[in-house]
């Protein structure tokens, strides 16, 4: 190996550790409390295969028509392709089905955090009119008709898909080979977008550690109506009545986050290109703005440094159950 190779390579290594330190900045910033622990093993793979199984079950909803697949599709990043999702009887949300990418290891869920555990968020949508339509009285006795679910409570329910919900996870990106000593599988180009998120653009300010989230809640202008000076989606402050939490929706993981457009929590941004200007622009001014959201004044070229980071590096493999590989990020593979 030349020596200008192993200096390179040195330098990226480098580059890595002090990537890892500052990955973690700002994961305590205005969280939510913790998740409680889990009642469910994600190891545990006939409670696993049970969960996928409802998972994909249209019974769970009144009509027979809607799973969670519906709005969580598998090919998608475990998210919606519609800007809103829809529910029963054609129903329209008003906010983006987020991801279930690493919800495992969240501290809260919904964009929201109105759901302390992943036990409590998965009947959620169930038990909403507005998106499954479903209740337990009449849900387990349509279950039970299957011999799979004989015997299925509402406990034992919450926890198979909680089970399942624990093993979505999306392993294998350029950017976690970087972080084990193979930093020649990321292109200059995604270096550079590299630096520039944990630098000028300031991205890790929100989307820290492993998972590029900092579990916290931001106000980013999204909610904001320009034309009518007021705050569409009152976000997080719905939950916990604080000034503060005007506005503010979760931080979202940015993994596989090329496969999961539409963005944002109401589904406005069609394209990563639409969210790094949104960004660069300094979001939408408002009087809950967080302090953390500036103008950005990227060039194009660090634009294009930047998208090349989040589209080719962030992408891997979605992963679902104990072995099941659901599929690999078309949008990673191309640039090998």
């Not at 109105?114 to 169930?126: D, G």
């Not at 409570?153 to 950017?175: P, Q």
Request: net charge neutral.
């Amino acid at each position: 190996m030349k020596l200008s190779n192993i200096g390179a390579r040195l330098a990226k290594l480098a580059f890595a550790a002090l990537l890892s330190s500052v990955l973690v900045y700002g994961q305590q910033y205005n969280s939510a409390p913790r998740t409680k622990a889990p009642t469910s093993d994600p190891g545990d793979a006939k409670n696993v295969a049970l969960g996928k199984r409802l998972f994909f079950d249209t019974r769970l909803s009144d009509d027979g028509w809607l799973s969670c697949a519906s709005c969580h599709d598998p090919a998608h990043g475990f998210s919606d392709s519609r800007r809103l999702s829809v529910g029963m009887l054609g129903q329209r949300s008003k906010r983006h089905a987020p991801t279930l990418l690493g919800r495992g290891l969240g501290q809260s869920q919904f964009w929201d955090g109105r759901a302390a555990s992943l036990e409590e968020q998965v009947l959620q949508p169930i038990l909403n009119p507005e998106e499954m339509g479903m209740t337990m009285e009449t849900l387990l006795p349509r279950l039970h008709q299957d011999p799979t679910y004989r015997g299925l409570t509402r406990e034992s329910l919450a926890d198979a898909l909680a089970g399942y919900v624990r093993t979505i996870r999306s392993e294998d990106s350029h950017f976690d080979f970087f972080l084990s000593g193979w930093p020649i599988v990321m292109s200059d180009l995604e270096l550079e977008g590299l630096r520039l998120f944990q630098n000028k653009a300031r991205c890790y300010l929100c989307h820290s550690g492993r998972q590029f989230t900092d579990e916290s809640f931001h106000n980013t202008g999204v909610a904001w109506s320009q034309g009518a000076g007021v705050l569409q989606d009152e976000g997080r402050a719905a939950i916990t009545g604080k000034r503060y939490h005007r506005g503010a929706f979760k931080t979202p993981t940015l993994r596989d986050v090329a496969l999961r457009g539409p963005y944002m929590h109401d589904g406005s941004l069609l394209t990563l290109e639409d969210v790094i200007d949104f960004y660069d622009r300094g979001g939408n001014q408002n009087p809950y703005l967080d302090e953390n959201i500036i103008p950005l004044h990227l060039s194009q070229a660090e634009k294009r440094a930047l998208l090349a980071f989040l589209r080719t590096g962030l992408s891997g493999s979605v992963l679902a159950g104990t072995n099941d590989k659901s599929t690999k990020s078309s949008s990673g593979g191309s640039f090998f």
